[in-house]
T-cell receptor, first 113, second 112 residues
């Protein structure tokens, strides 16, 4: 579904560098989420946001920073990338109403060398 | 949190029904069961959800037991394109926030 887009699709960086992954949705959904996916771990929640300027930690937030100044954007920043942050990152959004389904982006494959 | 338990893998013959079980024995009365699937390297895709009653849509059917402690996703006529990882989740809502938590899911392989 083209309503939620992630960029870049692929990223290679070096240890210690700052990296920002972008997520943009066009539905004005209140909720946005960042997950990482590694072999053997399924999808793990990093951070989420219930609305603009409201963010909270998920299961694995260490080493990541998020912001949400506008409803439609939810960037994820790795302030000093480490090799353990090599992963596939998925952004998702959902409406505020209870029991609304999630819509996922296509993912960003990040390699930290 | 209402945790879910799914078998790590299953297989199914093409054209047959695929029945994917999920255990959610600690589910609360107002928590819904959701199913998503993830085809290789793509973002997960919503399939279906339900509270108490059985549900059906164009993709699948969802059967929830009367005590709501388990559910089954049914793909009535599985095709090769249904090969994917299937996730069963329940809505977690501490403090009013909506936090969907995924486990490792079930890897379904549909074979010819």
């Amino acid at each position: 579904d083209a309503g939620i887009t992630q960029s870049p699709r692929y990223k290679i960086t070096e240890t210690g560098r700052q990296v920002t992954l972008m997520c943009h949705q066009t539905w004005s959904h209140s909720y946005m989420f960042w997950y990482r996916q590694d072999l053997g771990h399924g999808l793990r929640l990093i951070y989420y946001s219930a609305a603009a300027d409201i963010t909270d930690k998920g299961e694995v937030p260490d080493g990541y920073v998020v912001s949400r100044s506008k409803t439609e954007n939810f960037p994820l920043t790795l302030e000093s990338a480490t090799r353990s942050q090599t992963s596939v990152y998925f952004c998702a959004s959902s409406a505020f109403r209870t029991n609304e389904k999630l819509f996922f982006g296509s993912g960003t494959q990040l390699s930290v060398l | 949190d209402a945790k879910t338990t799914q078998p790590p893998s299953m297989d199914c013959a093409e054209g047959r029904a695929a029945n994917l079980p999920c255990n959610h024995s600690t589910i609360s009365g107002n928590e819904y069961v959701y199913w998503y699937r993830q085809i290789h390297s793509q973002g997960p895709q919503y399939i279906i959800h339900g509270l108490k009653n059985n549900e059906t849509n164009e993709m699948a059917s969802l059967i929830i037991t009367e005590d709501r402690k388990s559910s089954t996703l049914i793909l009535p006529h599985a095709t090769l394109r249904d090969t994917a990882v299937y996730y069963c989740i329940v809505r977690v809502e501490p403090g009013g926030s909506y936090i969907p938590t995924f486990g490792r899911g079930t890897s379904l392989i549909v074979h010819p």
